[in-house]
């Protein structure tokens, strides 16, 4: 069955400290890629995607993420984080050629930032 | 401004009542989508629609119903039928075709009490 894992449920970094998210995804052909962010209690909004092309996505608010084929894997990631990167991350993946009715989400990491 | 309003943000309803949930969008998107979120389970699609006067079942669809009689609005009523209704709900659209995104609302946090 298709799937995407989050393997982190929370990761909690310092300030300026730099950051990697993990997702693994698990289909039978290249899907596309998501990464979504959502702060409490508001809907969420899209950081970047991969189609197809440069396996280096650059996004919004300073993220970028590395899609390895031989991995299955999208992490995201961030060199430096502020304190308003904390928020629950989601990974996202889908196969269609028709729109989004196949999207799959990973179970979301939360990221804490302290001080 | 272009967006997706899911209207309300908080609904209060009592066990055995259904609710209606708004979401409207006014992208121009063909396709629209809801969602529910439960923590540590992500987001489970429970209905979507790809065009007016069509919808297909997502994953969770039992006991909610949505109708879509225009481009712009893709209600959702969650019946008595749901065991368990509690959650957060996420309305979402995209246009149809590859190489798109979906676009997702504020969400509205629905407690039966």
Same mark, same amino acid.
């Given at each position: 069955?298709?799937?995407?894992?989050?393997?982190?449920?929370?990761?909690?970094?310092?300030?300026?400290?730099?950051?990697?998210?993990?997702?693994?995804?698990?289909?039978?052909?290249?899907?596309?890629?998501?990464?979504?962010?959502?702060?409490?209690?508001?809907?969420?909004?899209?950081?970047?995607?991969?189609?197809?092309?440069?396996?280096?996505?650059?996004?919004?608010?300073?993220?970028?993420?590395?899609?390895?084929?031989?991995?299955?894997?999208?992490?995201?990631?961030?060199?430096?984080?502020?304190?308003?990167?904390?928020?629950?991350?989601?990974?996202?993946?889908?196969?269609?050629?028709?729109?989004?009715?196949?999207?799959?989400?990973?179970?979301?990491?939360?990221?804490?930032?302290?001080? | 401004?272009?967006?997706?309003?899911?209207?309300?943000?908080?609904?209060?309803?009592?066990?055995?009542?259904?609710?209606?949930?708004?979401?409207?969008?006014?992208?121009?998107?063909?396709?629209?989508?809801?969602?529910?979120?439960?923590?540590?389970?992500?987001?489970?699609?429970?209905?979507?629609?790809?065009? /007016?006067?069509?919808? =297909? @079942?997502?994953?969770? +669809?039992?006991?909610?119903?949505? $109708?879509?009689?225009?481009?712009?609005?893709?209600?959702?009523? /969650?019946?008595?039928? =749901? @065991?368990?209704?509690? +959650?957060?709900?996420?309305?979402? $659209?995209?246009?149809?075709?590859?190489?798109?995104?979906?676009?997702?609302?504020?969400?509205?946090?629905?407690?039966?009490?």
């Amino acid at each position: 069955a298709q799937s995407v894992t989050q393997p982190d449920i929370h990761i909690t970094v310092s300030e300026g400290a730099s950051l990697e998210l993990r997702c693994n995804y698990s289909y039978g052909a290249t899907p596309y890629l998501f990464w979504y962010v959502q702060s409490p209690g508001q809907g969420l909004q899209l950081l970047l995607k991969y189609f197809s092309g440069d396996t280096l996505v650059q996004g919004i608010k300073g993220f970028e993420a590395e899609f390895k084929r031989s991995q299955s894997s999208f992490n995201l990631r961030k060199p430096s984080v502020h304190w308003s990167d904390a928020a629950e991350y989601f990974c996202a993946a889908e196969i269609s050629n028709f729109g989004n009715e196949k999207l799959t989400f990973g179970t979301g990491t939360r990221l804490t930032i302290i001080p | 401004d272009g967006g997706i309003t899911q209207s309300p943000k908080y609904l209060f309803r009592k066990e055995g009542q259904n609710v209606t949930l708004s979401c409207e969008q006014n992208l121009n998107h063909d396709a629209m989508y809801w969602y529910r979120q439960d923590p540590g389970q992500g987001l489970r699609l429970i209905y979507y629609s790809q065009i /007016v006067n069509d919808f =297909q @079942k997502g994953d969770i +669809a039992e006991g909610y119903s949505v $109708s879509r009689e225009k481009k712009e609005s893709f209600p959702l009523t /969650v019946t008595s039928a =749901q @065991k368990n209704p509690t +959650a957060f709900y996420l309305c979402a $659209s995209s246009p149809t075709g590859p190489n798109t995104e979906a676009f997702f609302g504020q969400g509205t946090r629905l407690t039966v009490v």
